[in-house]
């Protein structure tokens, strides 16, 4: 079945300039044109551009995935490291959470210390303002949870 990047993009939730960039950057291949000059995508496309769609939702970089896509070609290799790429991935991920996590207890704070007065005595305020009594450890040498 042959798709119009309309369809393509409905097929797989994937905005229309998202494809192109996917195009420009090399991790989908540019598609045959018609008569026209109208890009015409067949199942191999919209397979692909569902792996990079759902490849990017995890947080993999364009180059991960093309690393991965670059694995894909070659089935019969070992998949060592398309699992190093994803345990990256991962490592990330926790990073990441761990972040957050250092977020939200700093903005928990920041709403708890809240007093209901006036924006001169706001510690929401103050907090914002004053970079040193940031509860985020990787925010300066302010006062740190643990």
Do not use: W
């Not at 692909?48 to 769609?53: E, K, Q, T, W």
């Amino acid at each position: 079945m042959d798709y119009s990047i309309g369809q393509l993009s409905r097929e797989t939730g994937c905005k229309v300039p998202t494809i192109r960039y996917y195009e420009q950057v090399g991790l989908m291949p540019s598609p045959p044109r018609t008569h026209g000059n109208q890009r015409r995508y067949n199942e191999a496309h919209r397979k692909r551009l569902a792996f990079i769609c759902h490849s990017r939702e995890l947080g993999f970089s364009p180059d991960a995935i093309r690393d991965l896509l670059s694995l894909s070609d070659r089935p019969n290799q070992s998949c060592n490291e398309a699992d190093a790429i994803a345990r990256q991935q991962l490592e990330t991920v926790e990073r990441r959470l761990a972040q957050l996590e250092a977020l939200k207890a700093e903005l928990e704070h920041m709403v708890h210390q809240c007093q209901g007065g006036t924006i001169a005595s706001c510690q929401i305020i103050e907090r914002l303002s004053d970079h040193q009594l940031c509860l985020n450890p990787d925010h300066g040498d302010g006062p740190h949870m643990h």
